[in-house]
């Protein structure tokens, strides 16, 4: 265990800021999908299944890019 701590200790300063960005963008992403009404394309399931299974910026990226409508 001491070992894997060893290898993955110079990537933190990195990894953590990164994990912190990411679930930012999942949380703003999930609140807009449950406060908006109206999407490009898709429903409001569909572009929360998106997000959850697309978790890694891939989901949140698609919906703002492809199902937010522009206001």
């Known amino acids: ?3 894997i701590m060893n290898q993955v ?6 990894l953590i800021p990164l994990f912190i960005v990411e679930l930012g963008l999942f949380a703003y992403t999930l ?5 908006h009404e ?3 394309r898709g429903t ?5 299944v998106v997000t959850i299974v697309g978790i890694n910026y891939i ?7 492809l199902g937010k409508e522009d206001s």
């Open 31 to 35: 609140h807009h999908i449950f406060t």
């Open 38 to 40: 109206h999407y490009k």
């Open 59 to 65: 989901g949140p990226i698609l919906y703002f890019l």
């Open 44 to 48: 409001r399931t569909f572009w929360v």
């Open 1 to 3: 265990m001491n070992e």
């Open 9 to 14: 200790a110079p990537f933190l300063p990195f």
